[in-house]
C-alpha cells in the first residue's frame, strides 16, 4: 500500500473536532431528556384507559420503531419543508433522535412499570402509604433499576445515530469531520480520528454509567 | 413549478423498484452472512478460555461502538488508497456483514450460555460425545432462546443499510434523495419510503413480540 | 373491634362473599379455615380496604372502612397486614423496610422511626440482618420481616393471609412461632390459614368458609376437633 498517511493535519485540528464531539454530546443528551419525557408521556397514555390516547401512543411507537432513523431525519430536514417548516440541521437532526428515544423508551418505561408486581403495590398500601407516596418510594424505585440499562443503551445509540448529521451537514463530530476532511483530502486519518474518539465517548458514557448506578442502586434486584 | 424540476411520474417506478430490491438484497446479504459468522464467533466465544474470549470480545466492541457510518466511510476509503477500491454494493455488504456478526455474536453467545450446565451433564450421561451434546442439545436450545433477539438484530439490519448509501449505494433512500432533488416533493417520496420500511418492519417485529411473549409463558 | 356486617363482594359475575358476618373482639385470634376459592382472603382484603364492597358493612372501631369520607390510608395504620408472598422490598435493607413506613407515613424522625423497626426486627428475631437485603434471605426471614414492618406500625388489629403457604416445610415452623408469640402478648388477629395445628392451638376461635359464607363457627378447639357442620367435617377429613 503506498499510502502515506499525514497526521498533522488532524492535530492541527483538534479543537474543531473536539468542539464537533461537544456538538454530538449535545445534541444526544438534549435527545434523550427530550426523549425521556415525551416517553413518560407517551407511557401513561398507552396503559390508559381512553382509546384515543393509547392508540395515538402506539402509532408513534410503532413508526419510531419501524423506519430507520435516516428516514426519520430526511423527514425532518426535507419532508416538513412542504408544510413552510424548515428546520436547520441540528433540530432536524435532534427531533429525529427525539422521536425514536420517545418511541422506543416508551415501551422501555412500560415494560419496566409492568414487571413490578402489582402486590409491591398493595404491600405498601397496606402500610398506609398514600398512592403517591407508594409511588415514589415503592414502586418507582424498583422501576429506575430495571430500565436504567436499557435507557444507557438508548443513550449510546443516540450518539452513535447522531453521526448521520454527517448526511444533512449538521456541525456534529461526523459532520465536521467531513467538513475537515474535505479540505485537507487526509480522509482516512480523519475519520479514523473520529471512530477513535466516538469510541472513547462512548466507553466514557458506560463508565460513568456504571459508576452512577453503583452509587444510586446499593442493593442487587 | 420550475421548468428544472419534472414531477414524480410513472416512469420513475423503475428506479424506485431498484432502489428497493438493492436495499432488500444488502440485508439479506447482511443477515445472512452476519448471522453465520456470528453463530461461529458467538459459539467460540462461549466455548473460549479468557485471552481468546478478551481479544474477540474487544475487536466486537469497536464494531459496535463506532458509527455505522464511519466505519462504511473509513473501509470504503481505505480499500481505495490501498489501490483496490470496492463497488459500494461489495464494500457496504462487508461492513454491514460485520457490524451485523458483532450484533448476532453476543446474542448467540447470551443463547449459548443460557443453557444450562445440568442439562449437558445429563446429555453426557446418556452416552451422547461432545460434539453430540452441542449438535442435539445446546444449539436447538440455545437457538430457539435467541430467536426474538435474532429478529431484533435482523429488524435494524434491514433500517441500518439505509445508511450504506453514504458510499453511493443506490439503495432506497438514496434513490428517493436523488427523485425529491430533482421532483422538489420530498413529502409524497419520502412518506412512500416510510411506507415501505414499516410494511417489511411492522409484521416482523410485531411477530417477535409474539414469540417472545409465547416464550415467557 | 372489627365488626364484618352481611358483606356482599363480587368480582364480575362471580360472587366471592355472600352475605358475612364476623365479630372480632380486642385481643381475640380468629383463624379462617376454608378450601381454597372460599374467599377468606377476599374478605381480609375488603377489611383493609384494598378491595371494595358490593352491599353490608365493616367497622374498624366503629368506623366504616367504605364509607366515602374514611381516610383509608389513615384507616390502614390501624390494620396490619401480611400477606401468602410477603412482598419486601427489594431495593432496601431489612431496616429500611421496616423503618420506610414509620417515617414517611407517621412521619417520624429517621433516628425513632429506625428505633422502632430496630425493636420489632429484634422482636422476630432478624435483629443480626438489619443491613442484609431481603433477597438475600429465605422466604421465612422475609415472612417474618413482612410481621415486623407492620408491627413497626403499631397497628391494633393484625390481618394474616395464608402466611405460611408460599413457604419450604422447613421454614413454616419459625413464622408460627412468630405468630404464636404476638397471639401471647395479646394481638388482636384473624389468620387465614391452611395450619390446621396452628388455628387449634393458638386461635381462640376458628371460621370455617365454605362458598362465600362462614359456614360454621365457634371455639377453637371444638370446631377443629369436634366440628357440627357435615362441610366442616368433609373438609376437615380431607386436610389431615
Redesign the interface.
Known sequence: ???EFHWNVVFQNMPQLLNGAFVTLHVSVLAMLLGIVIAILLAIAKMNNTKFFSQVATVWV??A???????QI??AY??L???GIHLSPYVAVLSALVFINAGYLTETFRGGFQSI?S??Y?????????SI?SYR??IL??ML?RIYHPMTNQF?WSI??S??G??VGMSEL?GT?QRLQSLSFR??EF??V??VM??II??LVLFASSLLARRL?K??? | MNSLFTPLSWSDSGLILTGVWNTVIISVVAIVVGTILGLIVGFARSESNKVVNAVFGSLLD?LR???????L??FS??MG???SPLAPFVAGSIVLSLYTMAFMAEVFRGGFESVSPSMQTAARSLGMTKWQTIYHIRLPIGLRAVFPSWLGVS?SVI?????V??IGYMEL?RT??QL?SRTQ???EI??G??IF??II??PL?YYGRYVERKMAI | MISVQNVHKSFGDLEVLKGVSLDVQKGEVVSVIGGSGSGKSTLLYCI?A?ETINSGKILVDDVDVHAKSTNK??L??K???V?Q?W?S?????VLENAA??PR???KMSKEEAMEIAKKELEHVGLGDKLDV?P?KMSGGQQQRL?IA??LA?KPDYMLLDEVTSALDPELVGEVLDTLRLLAEEGMTMICVTHEMGFARDVSDRVAYFHQGVIAEIGEARQVITDPQNPLTQKFLSKVR
Open positions: 500500500m503506498d499510502y410503532e413508526i420503531r419501524n423506519t430507520p432513523a435516516l428516514f430526511y423527514m426535507f419532508g419543508g412542504a408544510f408486581p402486590t409491591q398493595s404491600a405498601s398500601k397496606s402500610l398506609g402509604m398514600t407516596q418510594y415503592i424505585p424498583q433499576r449510546v452513535l445515530m453521526s448521520l454527517i448526511l461526523s469531520t480522509t482516512l475519520f479514523i473520529a471512530a466516538y469510541f462512548t466507553k442502586f442493593g442487587e434486584i | 469497536v461502538s463506532v458509527p455505522l457510518i464511519i466505519q466511510i473509513l476509503t481505505f488508497a490501498a489501490g429488524l433500517k441500518d443499510s439505509a445508511l448509501s453514504v433512500l428517493s434523495e425529491i416533493q420530498p413529502l419520502l412518506i419510503v416510510g420500511y414499516f418492519s411492522y417485529s | 383493609n384494598i390510608d389513615k390502614r395504620q390494620l396490619g397486614m400477606f408472598q412482598n422490598f427489594p431495593h432496601m435493607t420506610l413506613a414517611i407515613v407517621k437485603y433477597t413482612a414492618r407492620a406500625m
